[in-house]
Every structure is written in structure tokens, then in C-alpha cells.
């Protein structure tokens, strides 16, 4: 369903931003005239009609637009994803209210590129483990001989802009790339010098290294599951026993933590790193407490270039929206 803007629409309105957005960002909204409000709703205030006043809102992953809070936005006719993932907004309920819900889908993709490596490299080489060693008095020279991520293959699940950024760096880097995408043409992962499988189990039986790009959705809830953890080899092409490792820096609920823990424990998996889970805050992930483990709080688009970019796209977007035309990342 794609939403048709009314030609009454005031050029500005009364915008919420709940998770926080940049400063330059909002003075820019400030100056357009707008009435901008950067508060945090808890779940019952949002339940209670907090948003109801509001012509706009703009939000992370925090907050969650449920249809039912989206019932009670008597106003609303924008909803801002101030990132990408759009599974804390109800499209279907924002589209039968005939709400425009946008996102900022290439703003952050250099942030988790970067991320993503940073998460490979701190796996194969022992970076966090060796630091929590130092730090509790060891000196685990010997015990932390790492592997390098040259002459590895590297399985992307989803192949979107920031999987093939992440592709063009490990491609440098002397990785041999293979992706799974049944939503994009093959021909794109030629370009960059990237096998595209039509299986994702193909994936899994063949890299020892995977790293998770798609959306959270039905479909790849739990995707990365226990059965496809017990497929991944241990060797490299080269004979090299690197182990294998997963990185999830897309959604949370797409690996099962359970299973990632268990295969830890196992020994069957080398290495697991995270910035996104099921539950956030991850404050009591037993996950936590595995030495083979590391993660990171949601910081993919944590930067400062990022969220300068974040913001200075979402101001495009609303500005606009309330001049009444079709915002360029309209997703309905």
C-alpha cells in the first residue's frame, strides 16, 4: 500500500524524537519552524496516547510502534526509522492510518561495515579475550595464537549495501566472498567479485566465517539456527584449522542465542560476536559469561559521521513530507 499525501499539508508540525537524534539535525528542524520534543516514552505512556499530540515522531530501534500505540496517534502522519530495520514499526498499522513511514537506509551502512570487520578481526585474533586476560593479571601469549582472515571464506547472509561493503573490504583483505540473497539478482554479487548462492544451508557447509545482513522477519527469525551451526566447517581451503566464527551486526532474533551458546559450550563453534539480540538490553545474556564470546551494546550506527548523516537525511525526509511530497525512502 502506498501512501498518497494530501496537498493540505501544513508545512510544519509537532515532532517527537524518542531515542535521540543529532544536535545540527534538530536545530535544523527548529529553524524550519517545526516544535520539536526529544523525550523517551516508557511502553505504557506510548500505550496511554503519549504520541496523539503529535503531527510526527522520529525513532531508533528503542521504541516500539506497535499497532496498538500506533492506534493512538490521532495526528500522526510521518513515522521516522532514524536507521535502518523497520521490525519496531507495524507497517500494516501506519498504512491503514495512512501514516508515511520512512527510514535511512544508506546513512550507516560505512558504520557497520566498519563494525562488522572490526567484530571478524577481534574474533580471529583473540582481541577481546586477550584484553580481559590482561586486565585479570595473565599473560596468555601462548594460549591466544590467532588465525588470519586472509585465504578465508567469508558467508554473507543478505547482500544489501552494507553486506557489499563489507565484501569490498574483505575481498581486500584476501577473503574469498560468497553470499545468499533470493531477493536480489545474482549478477550484483559478480561486481563484487562475490559467489552468490540460491541456497542459504549452502552457505553454512561451506564458510567458516558468517556474518548476517538481512532484515529480522517470520522468515529469518532464528535463520541461524543450530543445525546450520553443526554445517560449518573448521578448515580453510588452505588446510588452515581457523575455526569458525559467526558476527551478527543486522538484527537481533535472527541467530538463535540458545543455539549459538550451546555450540559454544560444544566446542563445535569457535567464536560468536554480536551488537544486536533478542532482548535488549542484553544485561543478562548468559551469553555474556563465555570466554569464546564478545559483543557490542546496538552500536552499528554509532558514530559520529553516521549520526550526523542520520540526521541531516531525516530533516530531508520531514521537511518533505510536510511540504507535501513523497518522501525518497518511503517505505509504503
Not at 542465542?257 to 555450540?263: K, N, R, S, Y
Request: proline share 3%; hydrophobic share 40%.
Amino acid at each position: 500500500m502506498f501512501i498518497t499525501l494530501s496537498s493540505t499539508h501544513l508545512n510544519v508540525g509537532r515532532v517527537a524524537v524518542t531515542d535521540g537524534m543529532d544536535s545540527v539535525a534538530v536545530n535544523k528542524l527548529l529553524t524550519a519552524g517545526h516544535d520539536v520534543i526529544e523525550r523517551h516514552y516508557t511502553k505504557d505512556e506510548l500505550l496511554s496516547g503519549a504520541l496523539s499530540d503529535f503531527d510526527a515522531v522520529i525513532v531508533r530501534s528503542a521504541t516500539k510502534l506497535t499497532s496498538e500505540v500506533i492506534s493512538k496517534c490521532d495526528n500522526l502522519s510521518f513515522i521516522g526509522r532514524a536507521g535502518v530495520g523497520v521490525d519496531n514499526i507495524d507497517l500494516r498499522a501506519a498504512s491503514s492510518r495512512g501514516i508515511v513511514v520512512c527510514n535511512t537506509p544508506q546513512s550507516s551502512t560505512n558504520s557497520v561495515v566498519e563494525l562488522t570487520i572490526g567484530h571478524l578481526l577481534a574474533s580471529c585474533r583473540h582481541v577481546t579475550r586477550g584484553d580481559r586476560g590482561l586486565r585479570a593479571g595473565l599473560w596468555e601469549k601462548k594460549q591466544l595464537k590467532g588465525t588470519e582472515l586472509s585465504g578465508k571464506r567469508l558467508g554473507l547472509v543478505g547482500f544489501g549495501r552494507i553486506a557489499q561493503g563489507v565484501a569490498t573490504v574483505a575481498t581486500a583483505m584476501g577473503m574469498e566472498c560468497h553470499a545468499y540473497d533470493p531477493y536480489l539478482p545474482s549478477n550484483i554479487a559478480s561486481k563484487f567479485d562475490c559467489t552468490m548462492h540460491d541456497d542459504v544451508d549452502s552457505i553454512f557447509r561451506l564458510c567458516t566465517h558468517i556474518s548476517i545482513h538481512c532484515n529480522l522477519t517470520e522468515e529469518t527469525h532464528h535463520l541461524v539456527n543450530g543445525e546450520r551451526i553443526a554445517m560449518m566447517p573448521t578448515s580453510a581451503p588452505n588446510g588452515v584449522n581457523c575455526g569458525n566464527h559467526i558476527v551478527n551486526c543486522a538484527r537481533g532474533g535472527i541467530v538463535d542465542e540458545g543455539a549459538v551458546l550451546d555450540h559454544l559450550e560444544s566446542g563445535d563453534l569457535t567464536s560468536a560476536a554480536l551488537d544486536v539480540f533478542e532482548v535488549e538490553p542484553a544485561l543478562d545474556n548468559p551469553l555474556l559469561q563465555h570466554p569464546n564470546f564478545h559483543g557490542t551494546p546496538h552500536i552499528g550506527a554509532a558514530t559520529l559521521e553516521a549520526q550526523a548523516r542520520i540526521g541531516d537525511e531525516m530533516v530531508t525526509l520531514i521537511l518533505d513530507h510536510f511540504d507535501g511530497k513523497r518522501p525518497h525512502s518511503a517505505l509504503n
